[in-house]
């Protein structure tokens, strides 16, 4: 794992590295009984932890102390990474399925992180509450939906001045148009694409410039249902 890290201009210290191979022993032995991942265990160093952590690279992406929430994490990418990579950051996994917040619970028991809460709910739901919505520095989602869609499960739980970040491959160019319509509904800026140094991903990043209006995010499933898109 260090030597990866290292290779791709990641440097963490030994406490942070030996917290990370501990996740991924955990990861390999459950996804042998549940469905968390389908990346072969040979390949997920690479596929999952690197890709997630390459946007540390990026100046000031993700600054000390910031608090962060990932909405539908999975089992932990990104969100779960970067808090065991990163003590400093206060992490929020948000996950609608209960099975997999059992395997997040018994990664951050192991790891003994003091730096994140685990919440089972959706998104639509928990970003109408007032102690999350618009408190977060920085929201974030990886491999999860379009970005007109990512808009709406994200920025309204970002505090003006924030940022959501979205882990995104080159098919991101081709969703700027409904994104861009749709983060300026949902009180964001145009969105800006930063290349990582992995397989062509990229990070996609809103900036929080106003509230979000009262009304979304929309009712469960709508925002994936009747996405918000440019006017025609």
Same mark, same amino acid.
């Given at each position: 794992?260090?030597?990866?890290?290292?290779?791709?201009?990641?440097?963490?210290?030994?406490?942070?590295?030996?917290?990370?191979?501990?996740?991924?022993?955990?990861?390999?032995?459950?996804?042998?009984?549940?469905?968390?991942?389908?990346?072969?265990? #040979?390949?997920?160093?690479?596929?999952?932890?690197?890709?997630?952590?390459?946007?540390?690279?990026?100046?000031?992406?993700?600054?000390?102390?910031?608090?962060?929430?990932?909405?539908?994490?999975?089992?932990?990418?990104?969100?779960?990474?970067? #808090?065991?990579?990163?003590?400093?950051?206060?992490?929020?996994?948000?996950?609608?399925?209960?099975?997999?917040?059992?395997?997040?619970?018994?990664?951050?028991?192991?790891?003994?992180?003091?730096?994140?809460?685990?919440?089972?709910?959706?998104?639509?739901?928990?970003?109408?509450?007032?102690?999350?919505?618009?408190?977060?520095?920085?929201?974030?989602?990886?491999?999860?939906?379009?970005?007109?869609?990512?808009?709406?499960?994200?920025?309204?739980?970002?505090?003006?001045?924030?940022?959501?970040?979205?882990?995104?491959?080159?098919?991101?160019?081709?969703?700027?148009?409904?994104?861009?319509?749709?983060?300026?509904?949902?009180?964001?800026?145009?969105?800006?694409?930063?290349?990582?140094?992995?397989?062509?991903?990229?990070?996609?990043?809103?900036?929080?410039?106003?509230?979000?209006?009262?009304?979304?995010?929309?009712?469960?499933?709508?925002?994936?249902?009747?996405?918000?898109?440019?006017?025609?």
């Amino acid at each position: 794992m260090k030597n990866l890290l290292k290779k791709n201009g990641l440097s963490l210290d030994d406490a942070a590295i030996q917290r990370l191979e501990k996740y991924l022993e955990l990861l390999i032995e459950w996804n042998k009984q549940m469905d968390l991942t389908s990346v072969p265990d #040979a390949e997920m160093k690479e596929r999952h932890f690197v890709d997630c952590l390459l946007p540390l690279t990026l100046e000031n992406l993700f600054p000390e102390n910031c608090s962060l929430i990932d909405v539908g994490t999975g089992a932990g990418f990104p969100g779960l990474v970067l #808090a065991a990579a990163r003590p400093d950051m206060q992490v929020t996994l948000l996950e609608a399925q209960q099975k997999r917040c059992h395997f997040l619970k018994a990664v951050c028991d192991a790891l003994a992180l003091q730096n994140v809460t685990i919440i089972n709910d959706r998104a639509e739901i928990l970003g109408k509450n007032e102690a999350h919505r618009e408190q977060y520095h920085r929201a974030v989602a990886r491999a999860v939906a379009p970005m007109n869609v990512l808009c709406e499960y994200l920025l309204p739980f970002v505090q003006v001045g924030g940022m959501a970040v979205c882990w995104k491959g080159p098919q991101v160019e081709q969703e700027k148009e409904d994104g861009n319509a749709a983060a300026r509904k949902l009180g964001g800026s145009d969105i800006t694409v930063l290349p990582v140094q992995q397989g062509g991903h990229v990070v996609a990043c809103v900036e929080k410039t106003e509230k979000t209006l009262p009304q979304y995010p929309r009712k469960n499933g709508i925002p994936t249902k009747r996405p918000l898109k440019a006017d025609k």
